[in-house]
């Protein structure tokens, strides 16, 4: 039986390494983006110092466990199979006599209670460096700072110095320090996006922070990962890391104001957006000041709608505005029953909002 | 020197001849601690197939992404329920429970110290229990519909403040588990108060059975850690109901504090649910491995050492909640600090094995399975001390698959592998032994089936509580996996609820000491009469048993 467990254990673990391993080899670009894009965005594809000194530990740590259950396990089977009593031993009346009676030993109590006070006295002081050595408490030199909200059910992230407030989709520029500051709107919630750091919560009435320096560009995901409610499972993560070129371009794209458009469809689509309940939550630059839900002044710079619930199109930013309901089920923003016109004047002009 | 009275034959015929009505009324009224800790056991068994039931749907809806099985309300209050239905509903009574039964008759004594103290905390665990489920029916959701609570089962704030919680099903879980809670209180106090008092001529407390210590430290720990669990439902109830912001961040209160006051609670806790089981298993293995346990002194020494460290490592479960390097660094330590007399326990169950004449009867399969999938459990659990390790993995399914090594693999195997031990003694006939091992072995296998696999999920990014997972992390096997091992789980529990149906009428009698063991509970009949014993014992070492059966070389000279 305890064979079988230490298969058990074996097997997972080099299947999970050979199927990151795999990752590495067949990138797979975002369609949106171009950025590539990995098939598992675990811990074991570190793309961040915090995230690589977390993954080096764990195979460290997997490896003293790894070996302090094969010498235990060995130890019991060994118990099992050599002191199993006989058939004939199990009937009561044939017990040939008990075996011999040991009280104890105190050599061998004072060793297992001392090999495993060393074990964890070596742990303990590496966790309390590691600490110390990912957790910071002041900004590297150079980072950018952006500020998180967690709402339910999705992301807010503002840009103090660049005047930036988008959603859902954090753009960070590649080797350069993230410095996140953690807020809640609501109730708790944890960013966690595993290939970039650990995770942290982002809890009402309390701030934390949190770092990370993407190594190479690259789209990396992750999810709330503190129950924060009905739709906590779809309330996804998504970081792009982008060149300096790239991230430059996408600032400028987010300072600028909305490109206006004459087209007489989008006019009424925003005529509809004003005169509905839309612009009580939905922050447009120059035109709404909702602030309820996600801002939407470059929405179609987004690749994805509902805190990454839907790959973002026409068709389902038609669908979701006709019924958020049906693609995430519970989350707070209503149908608000529009007719088809209605609904093609305001996808018209939200897909203007780029 | 022991001695031990003979006790009469039971008069289980003439209770027979009674009408159904006076048998239950006599159940109903009764304060005898035997009949309680079976009330507790089979109330805790019946609450265990219900979680387990909502486990299953769980995993059916999790069998592939994008299932929609049920929806993410339902599949909220399910895992709610299920957590909070198997730590207080089936863990904590059942526990108890066995306490309650055992206790009296290991240590010689008539009854518990507050008989019906004991019968009062019962029937609030039971009521506090039925309370929590008539949320099926009567709580007030969203939309007017029934709902039950779906918070999570440590409920943080201020996801629980009728802001985000609307409706009462929120207040549906506190007065529940606060109902239950009490019973717990009552009798965590009459267990201390039992064990410190009642105690047989001869028996110190050097002397009791390992068991008995464990389940001393329980009281203790109970008596320790319940107390800040339902002062600060008390909070969230005003909170809720009156108006206070005790744990409303808006209004100067603080989210975390809920938190502290949880898992000041909530990590005693788990050792409330793990020492009883290395109760259970200290009185199988020495018993079926024919030999005394190896090293008693230093066996206790690392209980009370467990009781008093499990007090200071709470904030283990908040290292994600940003309380500092200082705290982290504590924490951690403390930790890491109580996996050393945890390990002692493990060495010393394995030197007992060590040269001994082990016979794989039931009990002794599910106390080496414990010892097994206990390893791992702790052992993962030290690798979750680590705090940036821990930064990676909480709240994900690494950790879920941990607990359920530790408080499945761990206290469930155990409390089967006692229930096939002692039943013979509460019921007075045998388990059916080849039903039994194959219970054991359906539920081994569906076991680590299910929740080997949820390490792997949670090492690749899946957090907990999600009613659904993305399809594109590489999740999808082992979640499958998981879901697999549920069919042979529920195969197995339902043959030890067969078996435990069916031995009652036909097992074969088991008189008075089917295993030939050592501790008191076996002196006296199976059925034991009300009294336990006609006379008090007298014991004059560990095993009292033993210096009965071995004249020639008994205990008390090695001791």
Known sequence: MTVLAVGAVAAPVAAAATQTADATSSEICDPTSGLPLPSIPSMFEPASPPAADIEALTWLLLGICAAIFVVVQAALVHAIVKYRAGRAAVDRDGVPGEPRQVYGSNPVELAWTVIPIVIVFVLAMTSVRLIRDIERTSPPEGALAVTVIGHQWWWEYRYPELGIVTANELVV?????????????????????????????????????????AERPGVFLGQC???????HANMLLRVEARDDAGFDAWVRGQQSPPASDDDEEVLRGREVFLALACQACHDIAGVSEGAFGPNLTHLMSRSTI??????????????????????KPGCNMPSLELDDAQLDAVVAYLATLR | MTTLPTTPAETVADRRAEPLSARLHLWAITVDHKRLGIMYVLSGLVFFL?????????????????NDLVSPEVFNQLFTMHGTTMVFLVGMPVLLGMGNYLIPLMIGARDMAFPRLNAF?????????????????????????SAAPDVGWFAYAPLTDRTFSRGNSTDYWILGIMVSGFGSIATGANLVATILCMRCRGMTLMRMPLMAWMMLVVGVLVLTALGPLTAAQVMLLFDRNLGAHFFDPQEGGSAILWQHFFWFFGHPEVYILILPAFGFVSEIVPTFSRKVIFGYPLMVAATVGIGFISLSVWAH?????????????????????????????????IGTMWGGRIRFASPMLFATGFVAMFVIGGLTGIMLAMVPFDWQVSDSYFVV??????????TIFAIFGALHYWYPKAVGRMLNETIAKWSFWLLFAGFNLTFFPMHISGLLGMPRRIYTFQPDRGLELWNLLSTAGVPLQAAGVLLIVWNLLRSHRKGAIAGNDPWDAWTLEWATTSPPPEHNFDEPPTVGSRRPLWDLKHPEDPDGRYE
């Open chain 2, 50 to 66: 219900v979680g387990g039931l909502e486990a299953s749907a769980m995993r059916a809806q999790l069998a592939r992404p994008g």
């Open chain 1, 306 to 327: 509902g805190a990454g619930v839907a790959p973002l199109d026409r068709d389902t930013l038609r669908q979701w505005i006709d019924d958020p309901q049906t693609l």
């Open chain 2, 401 to 410: 698959g941990h607990f359920h090594y530790v408080l499945f693999g761990g």
């Open chain 2, 317 to 349: 479960h908040m290292f994600a909640v940003g309380l500092g390097p200082v705290l982290d660094a504590f924490f951690s330590a403390m930790t890491f600090m109580i996996a050393v007399p945890t390990g002692i326990k493990i060495f010393n169950w």
């Open chain 1, 173 to 213: 520029p590649a080797n350069r320090p993230v410095w996140l500051e953690l807020h809640s709107a609501d109730v708790n919630h944890s960013w966690w996006v595993p290939q970039l750091s650990g995770k942290k919560d982002c809890i009402p009435g309390h701030t934390n922070v949190l770092w990370f320096e």
């Open chain 1, 225 to 231: 990962a503190e129950y924060c409610g009905t739709q």
């Open chain 2, 121 to 145: 905390g019962f029937w609030l665990f039971l009521f506090g229990g039925l309370l929590l489920y008539y949320s099926y029916i009567g709580a007030q959701g969203l939309y007017g519909t």
